[in-house]
């Protein structure tokens, strides 16, 4: 993570200087800081969100800092604070029946890695702020089609997943016979 990162991810503790002292001391320890001031985080669970972190990432579209929780198998898309409506919008632009996903904003907290987490830790960066998030709602707009996109195609990926496994345990049609 950049200094300016660890500057701005900080800022939005309650006491950034006891962050940021905590950082200091232990990059590796995650830190518990309120959202909707600097930004509000979606959260959706671990394999779509690495489906659609890994399209976002593929087609180049916008997008902010990722965090992953081990242990509860979640992913978080940080996002410009004061997005709930608008994103809410783009993703009922592309279904009716949206992936399940939790939106924090005002009033909720988010589990934010250190800035120099281990591959082992239980909070790690996919992708570590490296500055501030500046209006962009475009970020909203792609996480919502992507969310979308991904869960489709986990979706279609299990049924051919059921379908194969059914025919692999249908028996094989008999040969014809080729008597002369």
Not at 92 to 111: F, I, M, N, R
Not at 170 to 176: E, I
Request: glycine share 4%; with cysteine; charged share 25%.
């Amino acid at each position: 993570m950049t200094r300016r990162g660890i500057e701005w991810l900080s800022s939005a503790a309650d006491n950034p200087d006891k962050c940021r002292s905590q950082w200091a001391s232990d990059p590796r320890h995650p830190y518990a800081l309120p959202t909707g001031r600097l930004f509000d985080v979606v959260v959706v669970g671990q394999r779509l969100g690495m489906e659609t972190f890994d399209q976002l990432l593929r087609h180049d579209m916008p997008l902010g800092p990722v965090a992953v929780d081990q242990a509860a198998k979640k992913i978080s898309f940080f996002l410009e604070p004061e997005l709930r409506r608008r994103f809410t919008n783009y993703l009922d632009a592309e279904t009716a029946d949206p992936p399940h996903h939790t939106y924090l904003d005002e009033g909720s907290v988010v589990v934010a890695p250190g800035p120099m987490p281990l591959s082992s830790d239980r909070y790690q960066w996919l992708r570590a702020p490296a500055r501030p998030l500046t209006g962009h709602h475009l970020r909203a707009a792609g996480l919502a089609v992507m969310l979308v996109a991904a869960a489709a195609l986990i979706e279609r990926v299990d049924k051919y997943d059921e379908d194969c496994s059914a025919a692999a345990v249908d028996p094989l049609p008999k040969a014809a016979s080729h008597e002369h």
